[in-house]
């Protein structure tokens, strides 16, 4: 399993729908996006242990091939996202929304392989209709202690996805683009201590799911480096806690790795990147 894997398209541009080809002609756009938010991700890894572990999710889109003309980016009005929602149940981030995905395995042609794998695992996809486009540049997610690697990829028919395991994914589905981006959907969510600000980063909630962390924050990058962004208040900043209390989720914040509670085992970490 190579430790360094390939960064950028993995296909030409001929076989990339067009209003993908700006995400995957150039990658390194992500990590600008996500580095021009502020200090927190630099703060966050240097917090990260040095004992990573390599993990891949795929970013798996569908929608028509053509780019539209109503919609910045030429985001397709039937432009979709494969999103998770983790169960309750598990230790590490139960109940926020993620990217298929989690660690690599020993034999994985990682990342593709391994964000595959996890993917037919967790939602039942038939990897045999999903096109492989590009590789972005890996993300650090503390406190789980993984080093991502986003893999994007394109779906032309989409076909049936389900959650696999009721342990490990409580839902499974398919969320429209557009909606997902709609500036009344998006907004930022921070959690303090002690009167000091621990997280802030980009939210979006539609369809029921709160998306926020690590998933949050790679769907708002890459909308901005792909063009897709509408205006949206950047100033609307919501208190976290209380945004998944609104969503009705049994979801944690991942933040007890930090700050432990007295019942917590942080390290007690599942095989999946969470959602924070």
Not at 50 to 79: I, Y
Not at 101 to 119: C, I, N, S
Request: charged share 25%; glycine share 12%; aromatic share 8%.
């Amino acid at each position: 399993m190579s430790t360094e894997p390939h960064v950028g398209p993995l296909v030409g541009p001929e076989e990339i729908p067009p209003w993908l080809r700006t995400l995957t002609g150039d990658v390194f756009a992500v990590t600008e996006a996500v580095n021009n938010r502020g200090g927190d991700r630099t703060r966050w890894a240097q917090m990260f242990r040095r004992d990573r572990r390599s993990a891949a999710v795929l970013v798996l889109f569908s929608g028509s091939w053509d780019a539209a003309d109503d919609h910045p980016g030429g985001v397709p009005a039937d432009a979709e996202v494969l999103l998770t929602e983790r169960a309750a149940t598990l230790r590490q981030h139960s109940g926020q929304v993620a990217f298929p995905g989690g660690a690599a395995d020993p034999g994985d042609d990682f990342p593709v392989g391994t964000a595959l794998r996890e993917a037919e695992e967790e939602t039942g996809l038939d990897a045999s209709g999903v096109h492989i486009l590009a590789n972005l540049p890996s993300f650090p997610v503390p406190p789980s202690g993984f080093d991502v690697v986003p893999v994007i990829a394109w779906w032309h028919e989409p076909g049936e996805v389900r959650a696999v395991d009721p342990g490990e994914t409580a839902r499974v589905d398919r969320i429209r683009l557009r909606d997902l981006l709609a500036p009344e959907n998006r907004f930022q969510v921070r959690r303090s201590v002690l009167g000091g600000r621990l997280y802030q980063g980009p939210a979006f909630f539609v369809d029921g799911l709160l998306v926020w962390g690590f998933t949050g924050g790679l769907i708002a990058a890459i909308s901005e480096a792909s063009g897709w962004d509408r205006p949206w208040d950047k100033d609307d900043v919501r208190p976290l806690d209380e945004m998944i209390e609104l969503a009705g989720s049994r979801q944690q914040s991942g933040f007890e790795a930090l700050h432990p509670r007295e019942t917590a085992d942080p390290g007690e970490l599942d095989a999946r990147p969470g959602g924070g």
